[in-house]
């Protein structure tokens, strides 16, 4: 049986750990320690148990709320244990029964999200003095593994049975990929013919042979666990500067969510079903926004930075899961762009203030979120838009953007942050990678409202049809962009979305997805008689031999 | 009706321009001209026709013997011109009948084949002082503007009808998948969202337009073309350095080819069918090897060199294509390793000669073939072996080398030729990327013969087992491997063998490749009711609206 990726019950992705079913969190500051213990009755939809602290999409959504929300809620916590309340078990990966029978669509989305999570805890080490540590006290399996490899450093008990394993390739005949294959090679810089043994074994490596091969940083004997966890946790924690101030919570975001729409303060989506169309509207600061770091804190979770980007994630995942026949989003904005350039002056003028950062490196995800979905973006600049600064990343992050052309029409501006401070997953700004080939060009000055027709001449929109021809012509390209087969458009976005150089980030969504996604194509794992269909059942996968 | 891999006539791969069906090669000096001009009644395997100078396997092997023949045989030709002797046509591109008939396996490697043979193009220009200009003089669609983009510049006849064009989305619901997506923006640096108009328009992009989005260099009137082809060519000669002396020919190799083996001078297959490895062992020189440039010309194309690498390429390509169930190749020496020094070390000291790099940069494509081949590789480093200098690149591009350990039992060596001369596609060494943790291990001494203990412990080999244990682990690991999905095997090999840094060829065969290779998976491409399927058929394409 599949399981739809339409279900008849949404799956929504806000949380709060005082509802948090598979996790607990415990912040003792400067620590905090993140506790799996699956509930195995609890599965997101009926039908699996996840047993041996395995997980699902609903393990996985409390785990990012508990990341997000530990950066904004807890700047005191400086080093963040990952680890497991099962006895002798630390994770045994993604629920195989849940993968085995969901669509498709749903698995490689399912992946892509846990993908978004493991590089949310990187993000936290690199951007935030959040480090991470894997105390890996027991079986460590797949994705088990994978997440382990997202902290910065894994330490794994040494009990003589314990170890860390990639079992994808020998026991389902599909990848490591969530992130396994890539980060073992260009993170933890396994070689690579140890890399492939290590890939291509069942059963895993523990003890001397596990550090010796770069898998783990330390083995550390069952009676001595616990207190060296807490040793390199406080080191680690030791290893960065303090974040001073209480932290900031983040308020519900209490959306209404209906078949054809949602409705979240400054985020709206409208969805044309039988279009395939969606149209996701931004909405600027309905206020002037505070511009000291002491004001910006007081505003905390209600700042519309932080809020609005926050209902464009939930947004967008709301589309990824929930809406797969949408094929076309239309990104429109509505508001006051100076506003809007007054609140990103505001955050680019604090780059010290902890909370500051968090909200730029909070936007940065989202819009790399946005990035990676996969569906026809096209950004319309029309009337009484406010394509500024931090919302005109979303029309260079569309496939296409067109701007009306008239009299006293639309304008759209840079704000500091453009420049630099929304990195691509390429490493690139959305400018510079749209301008590689002159490169001067994605230095926009900070000062100019563009027209459309000084926009479409410094290249920084699609087309600028005037009012005749608008309606025509955005016409033209929904219905011509909705009639494309939507796996052909996945695979050309998933191309030129990314020009340019290729970082960690990006070979985990291109070249891993790319090649897993193929592979929960393939009979030899999905068909009726695959490894993937029959884990657990008594007959034997039956493969075709022949290599592509 | 699917034309299947395995066919009962094998393709073979070496060709000559006395032979050539589809191509005349023109030489001029310091010009040459190279016209596509299909027959149309001569595909490689019955059932297509290849209409409209579109291509096939058997098109692409004569293009291929062309641009290589050419460094060698023709040392007085700087530059060439690719162009169609059709009228308005220049090329169709892929054959659209050919593709839909063909295997998936077929598929994949039809396309790796076409990629390596436009890198090519693009290798002569960087590493062989041979520029390119496609001179476009008519229609050119899909995988005839991928070929006119692996060309330095682009030329495109203004007859107010010719335009180039990428069609494949909109039309096959496929991608252009051929370097395409990937070289639009990356090597042409084209500006994202006008590669999204361009990719998704059938029926591209002509004139100035096309001159002002990057797509061309230059557009030209009918009336001047040929004159301006003639000037721009002579211009791209005029800009690169001669190469003095007589060219090099390359002789026919005169392989012996049966169910079961492959015999050629240097190298010999040798096939398992039932256990599905085939054993590839390459000789070492026969005798001392020239040293002076003078001599080294004077052996030409016998060659120990030359001609041991010609022949690894041919057998390469004959397990993709013609063995299509071989899931493992054993990687084989057999020789005098001081003997393969000895050459490598007279390519290393003659590096200004232009025969000499000639042959170290055709040392470097075929060992580029070996990394890309999806069968896994397992070196063994046994007695009587020579895994020397050149040839023990052969180890390190193996998934896994097991070395021999016993007393006067092989040795390993290194020549000056395995520290960056022989870059695989992610721009590093093949130590280098082996040795990402550590970049000084990667230094190896050129001084020294490791046994199999030194080589173990300076990780140059994945194990060594002594005498007692040899054939057991051998034979574990090849049924092992032997026994697993080939489909992971593939996917699992695509991303540990090219750990570290990503450049645009790497993107093609990761990024490209690999989307392009799962949507030959969907059946909105290629299933009954696919774009690929029913193209040229009076029913219209049916998809599921479903996006993934």
């Excluded at 029964?97 to 978004?116: D, I, P, Q, R």
């Excluded at 993170?187 to 898998?215: H, I, N, P, Y």
Aim: charged content about 25%; overall charge negative; aromatic content about 6%.
């Amino acid at each position: 049986m599949e399981l739809s990726s339409t279900s008849v019950v949404p799956v929504r992705f806000e949380t709060h750990p005082s509802r948090y079913v598979h996790w607990r969190l415990e912040v003792e500051p400067p620590m905090a320690r993140l506790v799996m213990d699956v509930q195995e009755d609890r599965p997101l939809r009926p039908g699996y148990p996840l047993k041996t602290n395995s997980y699902d999409l609903g393990v996985d959504i409390e785990l990012a709320d508990a990341v997000g929300r530990l950066r904004f809620e807890h700047p005191e916590v400086k080093a963040l244990v990952v680890t497991s309340g099962k006895d002798r078990i630390f994770c045994s990966g993604a629920n195989i029964y849940m993968l085995g029978s969901s669509s498709h669509s749903f698995k490689v989305n399912f992946c892509k999200y846990t993908n978004e999570t493991r590089l949310a805890i990187e993000d936290a080490s690199s951007s935030s003095r959040l480090k991470s540590l894997a105390a890996v006290n027991g079986a460590c399996a797949g994705g088990g593994y994978e997440l382990a490899l997202a902290c910065d450093e894994i330490l794994l008990v040494d009990d003589a049975s314990s170890a860390v394993s990639l079992p994808e390739v020998s026991l389902l005949a599909v990848l490591p990929g969530t992130g396994g294959l890539t980060r073992v090679t260009d993170k933890r810089k396994v070689r690579r013919d140890l890399a492939d043994v290590f890939s291509s074994l069942g059963e895993g490596v523990k003890g001397k042979r596990a550090v010796e091969w770069r898998l783990v940083d330390e083995t550390v004997a069952l009676s001595r666990f616990t207190a060296r966890v807490s040793e390199r946790a406080r080191a680690l924690a030791a290893s960065v500067p303090d974040k001073p101030g209480p932290g900031v919570v983040l308020p519900p975001l209490e959306g209404r969510y209906s078949d054809d729409a949602i409705e979240h303060r400054y985020v709206h989506l409208k969805v044309d079903a039988g279009a395939r169309v969606a149209e996701l509207t931004v909405l600027g600061p309905d206020s002037g926004e505070p511009d000291s770091p002491a004001a910006i804190r007081e505003r905390g979770g209600e700042l519309w930075s932080l809020r609005a980007f926050r209902e464009l994630d939930d947004v967008l995942l709301d589309l990824r899961f929930n809406r797969p026949e949408v094929g076309v989003v239309v990104l429109k904005t509505r508001g006051d762009a100076p506003r809007v350039l007054a609140a990103d002056a505001a955050l680019a003028a604090n780059p010290g203030d902890w909370f500051v950062n968090e909200v730029v490196h909070h936007l940065k995800r989202v819009l790399k979120r946005l990035d990676l979905t996969a569906r026809s973006l096209i950004a319309l600049v029309d009337e009484g838009s406010c394509f500024a600064g931090s919302l005109m990343e979303l029309a260079l992050a569309a496939d296409r953007s067109y701007m009306l052309s008239s009299d006293g029409g639309p304008t759209i501006a840079f704000s500091p942050l453009n420049r630099g401070a929304l990195p691509m997953a390429n490493g690139l700004s959305r400018l510079a990678t749209r301008f590689l080939a002159e490169p001067a060009t994605a230095e926009v000055p900070l000062d100019q409202a563009f027209d459309a027709g000084a926009a479409a001449k410094a290249g920084l929109v699609t087309f600028a049809p005037d009012e005749i021809d608008w309606d025509d012509e955005v016409r033209l390209v929904l219905e011509e962009r909705a009639s494309l087969s939507p796996d052909a458009l996945t695979g050309m976005e998933a191309n030129l979305r990314f020009a340019g150089p290729e970082t960690m980030e990006t070979k985990i969504f291109g070249r891993l997805s790319a090649w897993q996604n193929w592979i929960f194509q393939r009979p030899n794992a999905v068909g009726e008689r695959g490894a993937l269909t029959l884990y657990g059942k008594p007959e034997r996968a039956k493969f075709s031999w022949i290599r592509t």
